[in-house]
Protein backbone atom coordinates (compact mmCIF):
# COMPACT_ATOMS: atom_id res chain seq x y z
CA UNK A 1 0.00 0.00 0.00
CA UNK A 2 1.13 3.43 -0.94
CA UNK A 3 1.21 5.63 2.26
CA UNK A 4 2.53 8.74 1.04
CA UNK A 5 -1.20 8.89 -1.16
CA UNK A 6 -2.54 9.32 2.07
CA UNK A 7 -0.48 12.55 3.48
CA UNK A 8 -2.62 15.64 3.96
CA UNK A 9 -0.95 18.84 2.41
CA UNK A 10 -1.03 21.76 5.30
CA UNK A 11 -0.71 25.13 3.47
CA UNK A 12 2.47 27.58 4.99
CA UNK A 13 3.15 30.78 4.71
CA UNK A 14 5.44 30.01 1.56
CA UNK A 15 3.54 28.00 -0.25
CA UNK A 16 0.26 30.28 -0.03
CA UNK A 17 -1.21 32.22 -2.84
CA UNK A 18 -2.69 35.51 -2.12
CA UNK A 19 -4.68 37.60 -4.68
CA UNK A 20 -6.26 41.03 -4.65
CA UNK A 21 -9.88 40.68 -4.84
CA UNK A 22 -12.41 44.36 -5.02
CA UNK A 23 -15.72 43.87 -3.96
CA UNK A 24 -18.40 46.59 -4.48
CA UNK A 25 -20.35 47.12 -1.35
CA UNK A 26 -23.39 49.25 -3.27
CA UNK A 27 -26.59 47.65 -1.99
CA UNK A 28 -25.61 44.93 -0.17
CA UNK A 29 -26.90 44.02 3.50
CA UNK A 30 -24.02 45.33 5.95
CA UNK A 31 -23.65 41.81 7.44
CA UNK A 32 -23.97 39.52 4.89
CA UNK A 33 -21.30 41.37 3.25
CA UNK A 34 -19.42 41.13 6.17
CA UNK A 35 -19.44 37.52 6.60
CA UNK A 36 -18.66 36.75 2.76
CA UNK A 37 -15.57 39.65 3.11
CA UNK A 38 -14.43 37.09 6.31
CA UNK A 39 -14.86 34.46 4.55
CA UNK A 40 -12.72 35.18 1.93
CA UNK A 41 -10.02 36.94 4.27
CA UNK A 42 -9.49 33.23 6.00
CA UNK A 43 -9.04 31.47 2.58
CA UNK A 44 -12.53 29.07 3.23
CA UNK A 45 -12.96 29.32 -0.56
CA UNK A 46 -9.17 27.88 -1.36
CA UNK A 47 -8.48 24.16 -1.90
CA UNK A 48 -5.59 24.18 0.50
CA UNK A 49 -7.35 26.49 3.54
CA UNK A 50 -5.54 25.49 7.01
CA UNK A 51 -7.27 26.77 9.69
CA UNK A 52 -3.88 28.28 11.51
CA UNK A 53 -2.35 29.21 8.61
CA UNK A 54 -3.33 32.64 6.89
CA UNK A 55 -4.27 31.51 4.04
CA UNK A 56 -6.87 33.95 2.80
CA UNK A 57 -6.62 37.08 0.00
CA UNK A 58 -6.56 41.04 0.21
CA UNK A 59 -9.76 42.63 -0.17
CA UNK A 60 -10.84 45.90 -1.15
CA UNK A 61 -14.18 46.93 -0.56
CA UNK A 62 -15.26 50.56 -1.91
CA UNK A 63 -18.52 52.35 -1.93
CA UNK A 64 -19.20 51.37 2.15
CA UNK A 65 -20.62 54.49 2.14
CA UNK A 66 -23.71 52.70 0.24
CA UNK A 67 -24.71 50.01 2.53
CA UNK A 68 -27.82 49.36 3.94
CA UNK A 69 -29.08 48.54 6.97
CA UNK A 70 -32.72 46.21 7.29
CA UNK A 71 -35.74 47.36 9.90
CA UNK A 72 -34.40 49.88 12.44
CA UNK A 73 -30.79 49.30 12.64
CA UNK A 74 -30.28 52.88 11.12
CA UNK A 75 -31.88 54.54 14.41
CA UNK A 76 -31.85 51.53 16.64
CA UNK A 77 -28.34 49.65 16.43
CA UNK A 78 -25.85 51.58 18.62
CA UNK A 79 -21.73 50.97 18.98
CA UNK A 80 -20.01 50.94 21.91
CA UNK A 81 -17.15 52.27 23.02
CA UNK A 82 -15.34 52.43 26.71
CA UNK A 83 -12.42 54.85 27.49
CA UNK A 84 -11.65 52.71 30.83
CA UNK A 85 -12.42 54.99 33.26
CA UNK A 86 -15.45 55.14 35.51
CA UNK A 87 -18.26 56.57 33.61
CA UNK A 88 -16.39 56.66 30.42
CA UNK A 89 -19.12 54.59 28.11
CA UNK A 90 -20.05 56.28 25.11
CA UNK A 91 -22.20 55.11 22.66
CA UNK A 92 -23.01 56.22 18.62
CA UNK A 93 -25.83 55.40 16.37
CA UNK A 94 -25.25 53.79 13.12
CA UNK A 95 -26.54 57.15 11.48
CA UNK A 96 -24.00 59.22 13.02
CA UNK A 97 -21.17 56.54 12.47
CA UNK A 98 -21.95 56.46 8.72
CA UNK A 99 -21.80 60.53 9.05
CA UNK A 100 -18.59 60.75 10.78
CA UNK A 101 -16.73 58.01 9.45
CA UNK A 102 -18.85 55.72 6.19
CA UNK A 103 -15.93 53.11 6.17
CA UNK A 104 -16.10 52.11 10.43
CA UNK A 105 -19.11 50.02 9.80
CA UNK A 106 -17.98 47.79 7.37
CA UNK A 107 -14.68 47.34 9.56
CA UNK A 108 -16.16 46.63 12.58
CA UNK A 109 -18.37 44.11 11.34
CA UNK A 110 -15.91 42.53 9.60
CA UNK A 111 -13.64 42.44 12.65
CA UNK A 112 -16.07 40.76 14.93
CA UNK A 113 -16.72 38.08 12.41
CA UNK A 114 -12.58 37.63 12.39
CA UNK A 115 -11.29 35.17 15.30
CA UNK A 116 -10.11 37.05 18.26
CA UNK A 117 -6.52 36.12 18.29
CA UNK A 118 -3.26 37.44 16.50
CA UNK A 119 -4.32 35.22 13.19
CA UNK A 120 -7.19 37.43 12.99
CA UNK A 121 -5.39 40.05 13.80
CA UNK A 122 -3.24 39.32 10.65
CA UNK A 123 -6.39 38.54 8.32
CA UNK A 124 -7.93 41.91 9.65
CA UNK A 125 -4.62 43.83 8.04
CA UNK A 126 -5.76 42.17 4.25
CA UNK A 127 -8.83 43.96 4.22
CA UNK A 128 -8.90 47.36 2.96
CA UNK A 129 -12.12 49.51 2.88
CA UNK A 130 -12.94 53.05 1.17
CA UNK A 131 -15.92 54.98 1.36
CA UNK A 132 -16.42 56.35 -2.35
CA UNK A 133 -15.58 54.35 -5.64
CA UNK A 134 -11.42 55.42 -5.85
CA UNK A 135 -8.76 53.23 -4.15
CA UNK A 136 -5.38 53.39 -4.23
CA UNK A 137 -4.94 49.50 -5.05
CA UNK A 138 -5.06 50.00 -8.77
CA UNK A 139 -1.52 48.62 -8.79
CA UNK A 140 -2.18 45.37 -7.73
CA UNK A 141 -4.96 44.92 -10.08
CA UNK A 142 -7.87 43.77 -7.52
CA UNK A 143 -9.73 41.23 -9.05
CA UNK A 144 -13.65 42.02 -9.38
CA UNK A 145 -15.73 39.71 -8.01
CA UNK A 146 -19.68 39.37 -7.05
CA UNK A 147 -19.94 38.10 -3.64
CA UNK A 148 -23.23 35.54 -4.65
CA UNK A 149 -20.92 34.01 -7.08
CA UNK A 150 -18.47 32.63 -4.09
CA UNK A 151 -21.15 31.48 -1.67
Same mark, same amino acid.
Given at each position: +?? /? !???? /? ?5 ? /? @? ?11 ? @? ?55 ? &???? /? ?5 ? !????? &? %?? +? ?6 ? +?? +?????? $??? %????? @? ?5 ? &? ?6 ? $??? !?????
Amino acid at each position: +MN /T !LSYK /TVSANKA /T @VTKEWLLVDAENE @VLGRLASKVAYLLKGKHKVNYTPHVDCGDNVVIINAEKIKLNGKKWDQKQYIRHSGY &PGGQ /TSISATQ !LMEKK &P %FA +MVEKAVKG +ML +MKNKLG $AAQ %FRNVH @VYAGTEH &PHAGQNPK $AIK !LNEIL
